[in-house]
């Protein structure tokens, strides 16, 4: 699975952003997808995910109220809707695929593939 995220950029706090995520390769497996995110100087942490139908997320507390993902089976997408944004919402942005038999996880180890990663920088 490839997988390459885009929709990064520049915005001023209290905006909005979608990114998104496109898969290519393998995939007609029932992968979860998910977000996670790294800030400078800080290890990369879980963000949001979602199951392989699209029918069940789960979010960290941080960004729960803000942040939606959401994805198109068909399209083999999948996005990451962030309103309300935060100057500490600044980071690098992956995507990333797991088995499905791992919903729930939110370590950086159980996701086997991962996008190039695209820069959100919030300004206050």
């Known amino acids: 699975v490839q997988l390459q995220a885009s929709g990064g950029g520049l915005v001023q706090a209290g905006g909005s952003l979608r990114l998104t995520c496109a898969a290519s390769?393998?995939?007609?497996?029932?992968?979860?997808m998910g977000w996670f995110r790294q800030s400078p100087g800080k290890e990369r942490e879980f963000v949001a995910a979602?199951?392989?139908?699209?029918?069940?997320?789960y979010s960290e507390d941080d960004v729960k109220g803000r942040f939606t993902i959401s994805r198109d089976y068909a399209k083999k997408t999948v996005y990451l809707q962030m309103n309300s944004l935060k100057p500490e919402d600044t980071a690098v942005y992956y995507c990333a695929a797991s088995p499905s038999d791992m919903y729930g996880s939110r370590s950086l180890g159980d996701f086997a593939y991962w996008g190039q990663g695209t820069l959100v920088t919030v300004s206050s």
């Open positions: 390769g393998r995939t007609q497996s029932r992968y979860i």
């Open positions: 979602i199951n392989w139908s699209g029918s069940s997320t």
